[in-house]
């Protein structure tokens, strides 16, 4: 997305938002996991809660973790369900 708003600016235009098909809400990353892909369980914000930060930039998805969760829930698929809501649990952002 800053590489999008990056090459729209040099080209003399704006990007006012993004749109996203799923937003998994997923935090990102810290300097650890980065490193050694190990999660330090602390919140951080989203890819789309920094750039709506840091650009003023809106977002918006199509379908959300939260969304496909309740379509599975509906299902009564309760193992990927569970799958699921650990991932969230461990990756959910602060945004």
């Not at 998805?61 to 369900?81: E, P, Y």
Request: aromatic share 4%; charged share 40%.
């Amino acid at each position: 997305m800053r590489e999008a708003i990056q090459l729209v600016a040099k080209e003399g235009g704006k990007v006012v938002g993004f749109v996203v098909a799923l937003d998994r809400r997923e935090k990102m990353p810290g300097h650890r996991e980065k490193e050694d892909g190990v999660d330090d369980g602390q919140p951080r914000m989203s890819a789309l809660g920094q750039i709506k930060q840091e650009f003023g930039v809106q977002t918006a998805s199509i379908v959300t973790l939260d969304d496909l969760i309740d379509v599975l829930r509906a299902k009564g698929d309760k193992k990927d369900i569970e799958r699921l809501e650990e991932y969230r649990r461990k990756y959910l952002a602060s945004d």
